[in-house]
Structure formats: C-alpha cells, structure tokens
C-alpha cells in the first residue's frame, strides 16, 4: 500500500534551515508529481510546491520562493524540501502529498522561533 513517510522537521531559530524529507513506497514513485503542504492551526492547508516526476519542473507558492528548493531522488524514492531563511511564519505542520492517489503523510512539525 502507499506509504509516505515525512522526516526532518524541528525546532530552528529565523534564519536557519531545514531540510524535510519524504520517504514514497507502495506505488512506482519515478511516475509521479509530488508536492509538498503545510499547515497552521485553524488555517486551511497550504500549497508550498510541487515537482515534476523526473525533476524537470519546479514551482512554488509565492512566500517561499527562493528559499524553499524542492528536489527528489528517484533512485531512492524520496522528495525533498530544502528550507532556508526560515522565519516564524514558516512554522507549521508539512505534508507530502501524491495527488494522482490523494494520499497524504502523516506530516512532521517546523517550528521556527528564537
């Protein structure tokens, strides 16, 4: 079955980085979009981007962009978000989300905050 298991999520100071990652298994991960969520507290989930299934396009919601860089390994199954100059507003639950089966993970908490 499909499985998708987030990692890398912490608690970093405003400026810092984070990398998130995404561990896909149960479907041939090579063929697919994956895009990446987040979510605060009494707020809709938020589109933050989304890849290409062979990493030929990027794209992301305007807040992040040119901080956030997301990439994936299809050799090892696994989509990535590279976060950098985070800042509070960056904090939230992330999700990876494969849209083709609309299946989420189960997400893992950013907190940035001095």
């Known amino acids: 079955q499909v499985q998708l298991v987030e990692s890398g999520g912490g608690l970093v100071q405003p400026g810092g980085s984070l990398r998130l990652s995404c561990a896909a298994s149960?479907?041939?991960?090579?063929?697919?979009?994956m895009r990446w969520y987040r979510q605060t507290p009494g707020k809709q989930r938020e589109f933050v981007a989304r890849?290409?299934?062979?990493?030929?396009?990027?794209n992301y919601t305007d807040s992040v962009k040119g901080r956030f860089t997301i990439s994936r390994d299809n050799a090892k199954n696994t989509v990535y978000l590279q976060m950098n100059s985070l800042t509070p507003e960056d904090t939230a639950v992330y999700y990876c989300y494969l849209p083709a089966r609309s299946f989420w993970g189960q997400g893992t908490q950013v907190t940035v905050s001095s």
């Open positions: 890849i290409g299934s062979t990493g030929d396009y990027t």
């Open positions: 149960g479907f041939n991960f090579r063929d697919y979009i």
